[in-house]
């Protein structure tokens, strides 16, 4: 479309009226005339990787093919100097150079090459754009132009061919105004607002305006809407004994306000307008229609939301791409509230007790009573008895679990986390504390006081240039018991910080420090709410490296550390596992918090489809969790990353929430009994692999807790500090991985070892200590090759299963042709004889050993088989028929792995506690005072007909299932089995003591 403004055009900005003239044509990118459209091609807007909309939602790209060009002809009706603006995207990595020529009577009056380099590329220019990988910017250039048609010409410069996610064109502007400063709002049809108070509004009052956009910058300005205007910024001017002259008060309105600047061209924009006298307080009640128009006058009336009764507020969903489908809060509401009485009944009944939550933005003091009824009553029908904070409405419907909270990480002194700003930090606990405290809510129904979100210390370059944190680390040294002769100098001020790994113990030294620095930062909010109550419940939600990256340490959160030192007391994490290998793996995440927190905690269960939701909180719940937050709710018009409108999840919900309803007050204080299987984790590794964008031990360790859940073992996670405190006899069998381990951890395995137990390693264990020095190539008598490194693992569903295959491994005693692959790094062996091989690489060099240790055994693999395990599984899964099944989890693993560590675990002659005899059924168990609870969580997506557990002792209660009919039921000698079908993702299976 051409559009050309000989432009009298009105911006109300705020309070302030600015006219302008100019002669200014634009049209968009894709509209130019192109003759080989392979080479120049129309692409719609594709969220995800850059911010921004291009302005009608499409763009001309120029990436793929040879040089072409795209032309577009337009009338200039004044003679002048023209500024030619160009909006386009801005890739920082990469560059896709293009050029816009500008002809009039065929001669060329001024041209451009765009792109060249970005212009972000300074830290000015990622202020002004922003710093995203995509971003969208105006660049110009300047020509003479007379009177008449201008042919404008697009090419591609040097070189032709660019990355696909380049050479990205929006918008051309051409303005004879040499101050005009292109904005979006200048080429999208404006839109009006206007308010009316009703006739029953009790408080003169202005309608504060706020909300939230769809991409950076994230929040809609504050300004305050008044009977003369709208003005920018929170103050209000409310004088309590009056006169409030420019308030609107009940019968007023507000002029027409053009409100388009407020919006990106299209997504889903959250206008919140709150009725209110002083800010941020909204009013009791209120009565105010919001009319909208496409002109400032009724006549252009296309849409008007009247709210009343009790909360102060209204919100509206705009897409301004979509002007039909403006709604308010209460038009949202209600779809959700007639899918939500079309549920069937299901067995069981809403949890009391066992906190099972929910993000849900309405709340009472804003919106309207219709709306929070609305809400109420869907959330009561999915079975959810918490909203995420307090809400006196909520509460007497049975919103009884709640989360309190106060962050304060902006109060560290120049992001510096050793500088907290300690009276501000009091000032802020104190009163949310005292809130609490004042309001009753400090008491069992109070799941968790939340601290922050994602967090993360400080960075290694930070501490390194920090005058603080070099005082605090110098000090930090004294506390951990080193000397300076420990570093080669006399005193403690020659010691400096390094972010460099070839600075060895200062590195080391360095990377605990900044874990510290976080869990002291944490730790000033626990003591203060420790005042309060006794019991604070602090928690923080960390964040998902621990699987996405495979390394904790990534952002400095070290979850051992912070429960350790008290600088948390209730642990939290959520269960996205982008790109991971299965959900199953929230499990692994589970048992991570659970060690680390000591039994203390609760999770994030991130909404997937309905099977692999349901599986997931069955598997969280069996692992150990003490409460379930579901995020998200929303709802969809109010709330982030909501899933109110995926209505298929709504029976799934209610079916499991329900269940867990029914078995409650069994589980409200059952644990998960110890294992004596055991995986180590190495904080040394981490540290040592920070600079890696994924660690293959990280990921090792989850494809080998893979291995054991699916042999149904449940896993304890073990860290260096267990061992070295000798915490670690009560396990049978110990799996190792990690690159660095310190001296006395190997020394207390190898008497470990001694005394019976079983230890596997796999390649590249114990191959440096705690500060990067070679460790002898001796691993507990195996002698032991260099260890090849060939390739990170990457994201499991995207690098690892392109990941190289660099060899294959055969069993020694198998006559089957079936081989593992190896892939990302191996490790052969020297010294093992041909009975102490068990499996060989393809040259015959032995690849898996198993050697007598005193009483124990030592197994070593060369390669990484649960690396290898989860390789597999992500290839079967790319390859099933996708509406084969009902979970988007693999549908099968290799066999053979699953067989060589069943081998393996009857080395140290124990049994799983509960396995079925469908290894992707994941049987939990839990034991409490009334009954022992066994978790089902089926992660193959498929109705199972003939589903055996086994229960390796012998039980008297006759079991009851929440949600299957139980077909047969026998104790004999030391097991219990049970015959049952399984239709479904979960089940609850009690059997009362």
Known sequence: MKSKLFLCFLVIFFAGIVSSYAAKVFFEAEDMTVVETEKWRVVEHFPGWYYGFPSKGKMLAGASGGQAQAKKIVKIDENGNYKVWVRYLDILPYRGPFKLSIFQKGVVKGEKVFDNESLRKTDEGRKKWGDGFGQFVWDSFEVNLEKGDVEIVLTKAEPIGVSWVTRHIDLIVLCNESNYQPVMADFIEPLYLKVRMGENHKYPCVIHVFGRRPQPPWWIPHSNIYKTGIVPGCYTGYKPQGPNENFLVAGTESPWINITSFFDVMGDHKLELTAMQEYFTGVESSEFTVFLSNTPSDEGIFKKFTRSGKGSGMLLLIDLSKRDRIISDLEGSKDAFEVAKKLPDVSGKRPEKFPVMTGCAINSSFYQPQTVGNEIFVLSKLGFNGIGGYDEQYYKAGFTKYVGGATYFHLARNGCLADPNIEAINSIMKSSAEDFLKRGLFKDDMVAWSQMDEPGSVSMEHIVKCPVCLMVFREYLRKSGVKPQDFGVSDFSEIYPSDKPEDGKRYYYTALYRNQVLADFFKIGTDILKQYTPDPRTTANFGEYLTYTGNMLHSGDDWFLIFDTGGL?????????????????????????????????????????????????????????????????GPYYAGIDASSHNYNLYPAVSKINHAIGDIEN??????????????????????????QGSSIYGKERMGLWLILRHLGYPVEIITEKDIINKKINNYRIIFITGSHVPAEVTQNLSEWVLNGGVLVAVAGTGIYDRFNSPLPDTFFSIKREQFNFVSEPGRDYFELPASKTIDFVKLVDSTAQETIEVICGYQKMKNVSPSETVANFSDGSPAIATRNYGKGKIVFCGFFPGLSYMKSAVIANRNKIQDSSFSDCPPEYPEIIRKIFSNFISYSNIKPPVITNNYLVEANFLEGSKALIITLSNWSGKSIENLDITINQRLKGKPLSSQNQIKSFESKANQTIIKMSMPGAFDFIVIPK
């Not at 209730?570 to 596992?577: M, Q």
């Not at 009994?673 to 055991?678: F, G, I, M, Q, T």
Request: proline content about 3%.
């Open 666 to 691: 069994f589980l409200i204080d059952a644990s998960v009994p110890k294992s004596p299987v055991a995986i180590f984790y190495s904080h040394s590794t981490d540290i040592w692999t920070l600079k």
């Open 569 to 633: 007391t209730f642990g939290w994490t959520e269960d996205w596992l982008n790109h991971s290998t299965t959900y199953q793996l929230c499990g692994y995440r589970t048992d991570f918090l659970r060690a680390a927190s000591k039994n203390h905690f609760g999770m994030y269960c991130i909404f997937r489809n309905p099977w692999d939701t349901q599986a997931k909180v069955s598997s969280e719940i069996g692992h150990g969790a003490k409460a379930i937050y579901y995020y998200n709710y």
